[in-house]
């Protein structure tokens, strides 16, 4: 069977940054940017999270059972979660509140990304650029939550460093890693301690097949019993409520994608070429240490 002509093109490679509209509008734009990143990321510090319960609204800063459900293979844990985890639906304000957050965030993060790639010449050389870009992503840093710090390493920082032409790579890896790589030891041992900490949960969950789907005993009420909003659990707010073992698989998930993004940063750190966006065999956006 042939295909008609025109349906399948190849990829155009980014136009010179001559030709790219955003060469001129960088500085604006990622100072704009960067200001959006700081307000969403307060909107997680203590003093924001308190406001926003006295509002009514502290279901808007946790996950939505959709985004739960994502971390759980198919089985009775992810039924669960799908299902609002045992807890009331949260308001429309609420719903509504968390999608505008996580669309803002999206966009934010998407388009330092987009003008890496379309406009680089203008985009690495900048001493400015590079100092906006890690405004925009490590604001707020200690009260991001693990799943939103997985989401910049994942967004930003891998894709910006590992497409970061040779001459610029020490600008950038001074404002994108000198700070993020110590802060993420910390943040990783304590998150793997937790984890530990709540592994006779896990451990019955896997044994109840929780979350590999063992009906016999995969809907036990006393082991998918609800529990508040951040109220126990390895993952507290960080999941958003339900039952604790359904927290404490979902917050082991999120620790372990974000252990596999920061080992991506650490990698292209030893790569001294980058890779340019290549993506190679289980490595996302990075490349091998046998290249290094």
Not at 33 to 42: D, F, I, K, P, R
Not at 85 to 90: D, E, M, V
Not at 182 to 194: E, F, N, Q, S, Y
Request: net charge neutral; charged share 15%; aromatic share 4%.
């Amino acid at each position: 069977m042939s295909i008609p002509a025109g349906l399948v093109r190849p990829v155009d490679p980014p136009p010179p940054s001559s030709e790219c509209p955003a060469s001129d509008h960088l500085d604006w734009v990622l100072t704009l940017s960067a200001a959006l990143c700081t307000a969403v990321h307060g909107v997680w510090t203590p003093a924001s999270a308190a406001e926003a319960a006295s509002l009514g609204l502290e279901r808007a800063l946790s996950m939505s059972p959709d985004e739960q459900a994502a971390h759980l293979v198919h089985g009775p844990a992810r039924t669960f979660a799908i299902a609002g985890g045992g807890l009331p639906p949260a308001s429309l304000t609420a719903s509504a509140t968390r999608d505008w957050l996580r669309g803002l965030r999206d966009s934010a993060y998407a388009l330092i990304t987009l003008l890496s790639v379309h406009a680089p010449a203008a985009f690495y050389p900048s001493h400015a650029i590079a100092g906006a870009v890690a405004g925009a992503m490590f604001a707020e840093l200690p009260h991001m939550h693990d799943r939103h710090v997985r989401q910049a390493l994942h967004m930003v920082v891998r894709p910006v460093v590992g497409r970061c032409p040779g001459a610029h790579r020490a600008l950038w890896h001074a404002a994108l890693t000198a700070s993020l790589v110590p802060h993420m030891h910390g943040r990783l041992c304590a998150g793997w301690a937790r984890v530990k900490g709540s592994g006779a949960s896990s451990a019955a969950a896997g044994a109840s097949g929780l979350d590999g789907g063992n009906s016999r005993i995969g809907h036990s009420t006393s082991v998918l019993e609800p529990i508040a909003v951040g109220g126990g659990g390895g993952g507290g707010i960080n999941t958003g409520g339900g039952s604790a073992v359904v927290e404490d698989l979902i917050a082991e998930r999120v620790t372990r994608d974000l252990t596999r993004d920061h080992c991506a940063v650490l990698e292209l750190i030893a790569i001294p070429d980058g890779t340019f966006g290549r993506k190679t065999k289980g490595s996302g956006l990075t490349g091998h240490l046998r290249g290094a």
